[in-house]
């Protein structure tokens, strides 16, 4: 992070957002979502994140968008492979448990070749034709 700030110095709530690109209201509903995410919170509710929370949120980033799990399958993979190996992730470190992100990887294609088939039967039922 380029904030001018050390690499060990906490980081508000917009610095993080701002760094992951995400909006805050993202890192807030996440915080609720997984117990592992717990930014220091001072006066006023006003949070504070530690460089490991950083790391953890960005590991969290990962598995939603770049490998296209769901909160439920992100939550299942944090518990299996733990907090360190998605902190890893984040890194751009190869995760030790590929197999894990993999399963996920061919659960999801298989679902979307099944939907794609229900799509072209759809298809050939209300047009009548098989293109």
């Known amino acids: 992070m380029?904030?001018?700030?050390?690499?060990?110095a906490f980081r508000t709530i917009s610095e993080v957002a701002e760094a992951l690109d995400v909006k805050?209201?993202?890192?807030?509903?996440?915080?609720s979502k997984f117990d592992e995410i717990q930014p220091v919170k001072r006066a006023a509710g006003r949070r504070y994140y530690r460089p490991e929370d950083v790391e953890l949120i960005a590991g969290i980033k990962?598995?939603?968008h770049a490998q296209g799990m769901t909160i439920k399958g992100a939550k299942k993979h944090l518990k299996e492979a733990g907090v360190a190996e998605v902190r890893r992730l984040?890194?751009?470190?190869?995760?030790?448990?590929?197999a894990s992100l993999n399963e996920v990887g061919i659960d999801r294609r298989s679902k979307l070749e099944a939907a794609r088939q229900n799509l072209k039967l759809a298809r050939i039922l209300l047009v009548g034709e098989d293109n």
């Open 24 to 31: 805050p209201h993202v890192l807030r509903f996440w915080e």
């Open 2 to 8: 380029t904030s001018g700030k050390s690499d060990s």
């Open 62 to 64: 990962f598995l939603l």
């Open 90 to 98: 984040a890194k751009g470190e190869k995760p030790t448990s590929q």
